[in-house]
Each structure stands twice: as structure tokens, then as C-alpha cells.
């Protein structure tokens, strides 16, 4: 079973940092797509930053240049490195995966969501 564990949201003012964690459980054969989404109340979830393992990265132009994300493969871990944070970055982050599974029957595609950690930026 693939799981995701989010961790590293909290309080921070305006122009600080924070690192999100998103560990990822489970027999992973090759993880396919990477991402962060943001989610306010009453607005769509809105991507803002996405990982197409070895071919494309892409960011929100809303984050670009502030954000960074990463994939630790030996770690099984995806991060976002959060700089420059303002108070319209306050939301629920959620981590999104894509990836190959191994199984006793083959290998599968699986798509799984983070359980969300509230960051909110304010002095």
C-alpha cells in the first residue's frame, strides 16, 4: 500500500522559509510524477509546483523563484522549499505522486494525495 506523510507546515511571517516533507511508503518501483498543490477554502486546488521525472519541471508563476521542489529518490521523500514566503502563500499544502508500483501481480500506476499541512504566513 502507497502512503504519503506530509510534515514541516506551521506559522511563519512574511519573508521567512519553511521546508514541507512528503514521505512516501510503499514498494516503489519508479515515481513518474511529483507535485504540491495548495488549497484555500472556497478556491480550486491549485497546483504550484510539478515534477515529470526526467523530463520537465514546473512552477506556479505565482511560487516561481521562490519555490523549489525535490524528489530525494533514496529517501522516498518530496519536498518543497518554501523562500520569500508571503501572506497569499497561507493554505493547505498537499503532496501529489504518480508512481510505479510492484506488486505480487505486476507493476501498477498509482496516484495518491498527501493528508495536507496548513502553512500560514503572517507577522
Known amino acids: 500500500q502507497v502512503q504519503l506523510v506530509e510534515s514541516g507546515g506551521g506559522l511563519v511571517q512574511p519573508g521567512g522559509t519553511l521546508t514541507l516533507s512528503c514521505v512516501v511508503s510503499?514498494?516503489?518501483?519508479?515515481?513518474?510524477?511529483v507535485g504540491w498543490y495548495r488549497q484555500v477554502p472556497g478556491n480550486q486546488r491549485e497546483l504550484l509546483a510539478i515534477i515529470h521525472t526526467g523530463f520537465t519541471t514546473n512552477y506556479a508563476d505565482s511560487v516561481k523563484g521562490r519555490f523549489t521542489i525535490s524528489l530525494d529518490n533514496a529517501k522516498n521523500t518530496v519536498s518543497l522549499n518554501m523562500n520569500s514566503l508571503k501572506p497569499e502563500d497561507t493554505g493547505v499544502y498537499l503532496c501529489?505522486?504518480?508512481?510505479?508500483?510492484?506488486?505480487?501481480?505486476?507493476?501498477?500506476?498509482?496516484?495518491?494525495w498527501g493528508q495536507g499541512t496548513q502553512v500560514t504566513v503572517s507577522s
Open positions: 510503499g514498494s516503489i518501483d519508479r515515481f513518474l510524477t
Open positions: 501529489y505522486v504518480h508512481v510505479a508500483v510492484k506488486t505480487d501481480q505486476g507493476v501498477f500506476e498509482q496516484v495518491r
